[in-house]
């Protein structure tokens, strides 16, 4: 069967069954597909060194003529080396090649080649061992790297990107009308995928994958700029502008940040506009957006309409529970709490009185927007912590009743150019300040061995009045030197913090009873809290002044920015200690950064340097479709770009219905799925 690009990729010459099925195990199933497999790196041999200058122990690439083929030795039962010396025309080396006759045969005397391989040896006799190598007259100097799988050698990898490149020639598209590609300078499909994978230069090689990029990014905006529109839609939810907020202010403990203000500000307008709002407050941990929530749930109330506010876990629910309570019910508000773990008679008791509209604001998990759970008139949705709530929920949330406005609450703050990616659909206000009187909280990276001083600190705060959390990687003891919080817990209860009264709190505790450890902890009985990340988001105790953090390595910069964020919020000067003994780069250059700021959008930005945008795209936490190509780079250069791009493209032609446009269309209804785009 003749193949085409779109045919198996089984039917690909020299491919068939077995590679088949390693192709598949990279999502790889035509050779259409196999042309977006994009290398991960270049081989330019080009930037060969000299022998002398190569580095030992490592790879390097050399330009090298064999000089002499010796005969291959079997040395062990079926293990065969082969040598041969060469020389670059200074100095000699010996080629030594295990186990693979057919590499060493293909190598001739007296021919010159681009040799990579792993170098070792002293400054009189050097060795390359089993090099990759390609003939010195060859005209691809740079070569593709890929991901690869056992079983699927980089050479078939690119012999068959080369068959798909040629189908791909000899029945060429595109997906991008010309005016963009002329307006946005960006090379057509077809050239950009041949050098993509074999550049002609390395500019080449950037050119062909900044369109590349492009083009994945703009299939992602108009996704979510779709999805924004389709939600612009109007409400029977409006409120009336002129009703006052001043008794709810008056009864606030504290006086509005200028940040506060600005987004209740917002949010009360929108709530008079007339089309259900769709908005996304972030804010730095500690910035105090429960309380402009409550605003919007009392603005909502005053209107005679419901507000649900929605948390990931029980913990922040019953939180959020207390907070409103005590802000609102003086107020005349009612509030009422909802989780899985709230016993069915109440749970029914509760259901009947949101449907009869007794109660005004209501706090829980996702429990609050079950099925059975119905409403008198839900008119605003809030979720907190939203990075732990995908698109699909987020979808799902905005189906719960006749369209109510949405507020969702970010305190994992996200680069401009990301969030125009990740929360494309939704208006953004963000909350840059932190209340007055809040000190940094000093952080420090320490090693082992200064746990002891570390906890002799601790023990002196606490024995001033503050509180502590000791944050520990996992919860049972295992294989791995980790340290396991529960064994940790009855450890520093018998030595460390001997006579102080401490407690254990993680995930796998029964709801009533993580309840009733941050009941006490809040209350002040508990003085030290031994957790895992459970504390990570939300948890709100002003008193806690000091954190230490076990196995720092184990976290990442945005998860250890949030764990910090639990201390300093109070009046208190408060610090963080992480511990660790990890020497790995990345490892010290986390610490390095999150000891030296605590601004979390230049956390973030770093977060998204070192991790790379596929991690934040492709994880469950924003389920989000994930990215193929586009780096880290080109996600912070071509955002901006691509976003008018997109917004030009649906203010010409909303349904992406002309002709030049449906290309670009079914692969972002793909992308997306259609029924989230509709
Ligand atoms: P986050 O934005 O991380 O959710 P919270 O809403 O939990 O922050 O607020 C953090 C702490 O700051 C709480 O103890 C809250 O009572 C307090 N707070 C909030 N706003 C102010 C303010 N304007 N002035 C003083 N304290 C405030
Ligand atoms: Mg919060």
């Known amino acids: 069967m003749a193949s085409d690009l779109f045919s198996d ?41 000299p022998i002398m200058q190569a580095e030992l122990e490592a790879f390097n690439i050399l330009k090298l003529t064999i000089t002499k083929k010796l005969p291959p030795k079997r040395i062990r039962s079926g293990l065969v080396v082969c040598n041969a010396a060469a020389t670059d025309g200074i100095d000699n080396i010996l080629v030594v090649v295990y186990n693979n006759v057919y590499s060493f045969h293909a190598m001739k005397e007296f021919q010159t080649y681009y040799m990579y391989g792993k170098v070792t040896g002293g400054f009189t006799q050097r060795e390359i061992f089993s090099p990759t190598y390609i003939s010195a007259d060859s005209p691809e100097l740079i070569q593709p790297l890929y991901k690869l799988t056992q079983g699927l050698a980089v050479n078939a990898v690119r012999t068959n990107m080369k068959q798909a490149i040629a189908l791909l020639q000899s029945s060429p598209f595109e997906t991008l009308p010309e005016y963009i590609r002329k307006k946005y300078d960006l090379p057509e499909l077809v050239w950009a995928l041949k050098n993509i994978h074999f550049p002609e230069s390395g500019k080449s090689a950037e050119y062909a994958r900044r369109r590349i990029a492009f083009e994945e990014l703009l299939k992602f905006q108009l996704g979510m700029l779709m999805l924004k529109l389709r939600r612009k839609s109007s409400t029977p939810f409006v409120m009336d502008s002129s009703l006052s907020m001043a008794d709810f202010y008056a009864a606030l403990p504290f006086e509005l940040t200028e940040g506060q203000s600005n987004a209740v500000n917002e949010i009360i307008a929108d709530l008079c506009s007339g089309s259900s709002m769709n908005r996304l407050l972030q804010g730095d941990v500690g910035s105090g957006k429960t309380a402009v929530a409550a605003a919007a749930c009392c603005f909502a109330a005053k209107n005679g309409f419901q507000s649900a506010i929605m ?18 019910e003086p107020l005349g508000i009612s509030v009422a709490l909802l989780t899985g773990s709230t016993p069915p008679k109440q749970k029914s008791e509760i259901r009947q009185m949101l449907l009869s509209g007794e109660i005004n604001v209501i706090a829980g998990t996702h429990a609050i927007i079950q099925k059975d759970v119905e409403y008198k008139a839900l008119g605003l949705v809030i979720t907190d912590e939203q990075h732990r709530f995908g698109v699909a929920q987020r979808a799902a949330l905005a189906e719960k009743g006749d369209s109510p406005h949405r507020l969702i ?37 320490v090693t082992g061995k200064k746990r002891e001083g570390a906890f002799g600190f601790l023990r002196a705060r606490l024995d001033e009045g503050r509180q502590a959390y000791v944050v520990c990687p996992m919860i049972e003891d295992s294989e791995s030197e980790l340290f396991a919080v529960r064994s940790y817990a009855e450890n520093a209860a018998a030595t460390t913090l001997k006579g102080y009264s401490t407690a254990l709190l993680h995930g796998k505790m029964k709801p009533a009873e993580k309840e009733d450890v941050m009941e006490r902890f809040s209350r002040g009985e508990i003085q030290a809290l031994i957790c895992t990340t459970v504390v990570e988001v939300g948890v709100d105790v002003p008193n806690a002044a000091v954190m230490i953090i076990e196995n720092a390595e184990r976290f990442g910069l945005s998860q250890l920015h949030q764990l910090r964020g639990r201390v300093g919020r109070g009046k208190f000067e408060s610090t963080c200690i992480l511990i660790t003994d990890n020497k790995n780069e990345d490892c010290i250059r986390r610490m390095k950064i999150i000891s030296s700021t605590t601004d ?15 991690d934040f795209f492709g994880s469950a936490q924003h389920g989000l479709p994930p990215l193929k190509t ?19 493209l649906l203010r010409s032609d909303p349904a992406l219905d002309r002709p030049e446009h449906r290309a670009i269309k079914i692969d972002t209804l793909k992308l997306f799925n259609k029924d989230v785009v509709g």
């Open 9 to 49: 990729i089984e039917y690909l010459k020299g491919v068939g069954k077995a590679k088949g099925e390693k192709y598949r195990k990279l999502g790889i199933t035509t050779p259409y597909e196999l042309l977006y497999h994009i290398p991960r790196d270049y081989l330019d041999f080009r930037t060969h060194v």
């Open 600 to 614: 979390g959008f230049k956390i973030a930005q770093e977060d998204l340097e070192l991790r790379g945008p596929g």
């Open 409 to 445: 609450m970010s305190a994992t703050p996200i680069p401009r150019t990301l969030a125009l990616n990740i929360f494309g659909d939704l208006d953004v206000t963000s909350i840059r300040q932190l209340p007055k009187g809040r000190s940094p909280v000093k952080t420090y990276a």
């Open 311 to 328: 948390a990931p876990t029980e913990i922040l629910a019953v939180q959020h529970f207390k907070t409103f309570k005590a802000f609102l």
């Open 630 to 648: 586009a780096s880290a780079a080109d996600v912070t250069e071509l955002s901006e770009e691509v976003r008018r791009c997109a917004e030009e």
